[in-house]
């Protein structure tokens, strides 16, 4: 896989990290933030289980090692980021979860790597286009900012140990023991909170749409995919990508609320230019603006 192709694998990641907000906002209150995520993780280990069957006869200790710390990151982050969102609107709950991407050079330091100064650059401006993505003005700050904050840590955790250790796992067989154990973890969760839910879940169709779209799409899909397509690119690279969340989750909050039965959302101008401010800044920190300017510059000198 080259890095274009691995890019584009990892946008799609994105664009169902995006468009899970306005499922999300369907969870009714009285079923678990817990609840929610064991049959989530569930069903999406079930799904992949029967599809990559022939794949578990190669599981090893190394694997389930590395896959129950990357399950107990990524589960954490998820967790988290559902409990967080749920008292947000679409677009602010993306916003705040984007912005995992100010923790990432940190984490870097802990493998000895840093960040150049035009990726630093470029997650100045990434920043900036979040902020005005939503509507520049945050809203909602309290509780579920305070919860998506400490989820932003564990996902950026989880990018930079994905990256790590990427390049000896195998990517099916790990991300089916993230789900295995995030079924694991949810469960226990939620016997222990809300035990007397276990057999009287909602019947609603928005419930089990919700539901299915986020274990198919987002435990399953965009799971095996991050941890396949990561390792052709950085985690800082990757992290980048990822901030496109809220252009995705902006544009599809046009049309999926009124599928679902939810209020759209609103584009005004301001969520157009952190739209494009989003995406200059992921060109800066590649270096291709600056790689552009200065083929830019050597021709002005030569003509």
Not at 31 to 52: E, K, P, R
Not at 99 to 127: E, Q, R, T, W, Y
Not at 148 to 156: E, G, K, P, R, T
Request: charged fraction near 10%.
């Amino acid at each position: 896989m080259s890095k274009l192709e691995a890019n584009l694998v990892l946008l799609s990641v994105t664009f169902f990290w995006g468009i899970q907000y306005i499922f999300l906002g369907n969870i009714p209150d009285d079923i678990s933030t817990f609840a929610f995520m064991a049959l989530t993780n569930g069903i999406g280990f079930v799904i992949l289980a029967v599809i990559f069957f022939d794949e578990l006869r190669k599981l090893t200790r190394k694997i389930i090692k590395n896959g129950l710390l990357l399950a107990v990151l990524l589960f954490g982050a998820n967790l988290l980021i559902t409990a967080g969102s749920r008292s947000l609107n679409a677009s602010t709950a993306s916003f705040f979860a984007a912005a995992n991407i100010v923790f990432v050079p940190v984490f870097m330091l802990f493998f000895g790597k840093k960040a150049s100064a035009h990726n630093l650059v470029g997650i100045v401006i990434v920043l900036l286009g979040l902020l005005f993505a939503t509507g520049a003005r945050l809203d909602g700050i309290g509780y579920g900012v305070l919860v998506i904050a400490v989820a932003d840590v564990l996902s950026a955790a989880y990018i930079v140990v994905l990256g790590q250790v990427i390049g000896s796992i195998n990517p099916i067989l790990t991300s089916l023991c993230q789900m295995f154990f995030g079924t694991l973890f949810g469960l226990a969760g939620w016997l222990i909170a809300q035990p007397e839910t276990l057999f009287s879940l909602p019947s609603d169709i928005q419930f089990w749409s919700s539901v299915l779209v986020i274990a198919v799409f987002v435990r399953g899909f965009t799971t095996v995919m991050q941890v396949y397509a990561q390792r052709y690119v950085s985690a800082l690279n990757a992290s980048l990508l990822f901030s496109f969340e809220i252009v995705f989750t902006l544009l599809s909050s046009l049309f999926l609320p009124l599928m679902i039965g939810s209020e759209p959302e609103t584009i005004t101008p301001y969520k157009l230019v952190g739209c494009v401010l989003i995406l200059l800044g992921v060109l800066t920190s590649d270096g291709s603006v600056l790689q552009w300017r200065k083929k830019e510059a050597a021709h002005e000198q030569a003509e």
